[in-house]
């Protein structure tokens, strides 16, 4: 997986430490945390191999890290399992730093009043 030059250049050795196949999987699905995407997607777009992401994706899901239906994964709801993970902590960091942190207040601003008609039970 490649960087930009300027996460390379701002980047400490230890921050760019390779992440486990787990962790950049965990990782990548966190940043899209709104969206369910199929292994093979997930593969090319953390190029990462095939197999390596469904082992992952597997292991993740016995942790209770990700959801799967059908043929799409996502990362799971569960704050709390998520933050009890220590491989989530150090991945969501590197993908802040890529991506810059979230902001709570800015997404409340945007969320719909009422919810999407899938969430009706």
């Known amino acids: 997986m490649s960087i930009d030059r300027e996460t390379f250049d701002a980047a400490s050795e230890g ?27 997930i593969a090319s777009r953390t190029s ?9 994706l597997s292991r993740l899901k016995e942790r209770g890290l990700v959801e799967h239906k059908a043929t799409y994964w996502a990362v799971t709801d569960d ?7 220590s491989g989530y902590e150090r991945a969501t960091a590197l ?26 039970a």
């Open 79 to 85: 704050t709390d399992r998520l933050d009890s993970y």
């Open 95 to 120: 993908f802040d730093d890529r991506l810059g942190e979230e902001d709570a207040d800015a997404w409340r601003e945007h969320a719909p009043d009422q919810p999407h008609p899938s969430e009706d």
């Open 15 to 41: 921050e760019l430490a390779d992440l486990s196949t787990p962790e950049r999987v965990l990782g990548f699905l966190a940043a899209h945390a709104d969206r369910a995407f199929e292994a093979t997607e």
């Open 48 to 56: 990462l191999d095939s197999g390596a992401v469904s082992t992952a």
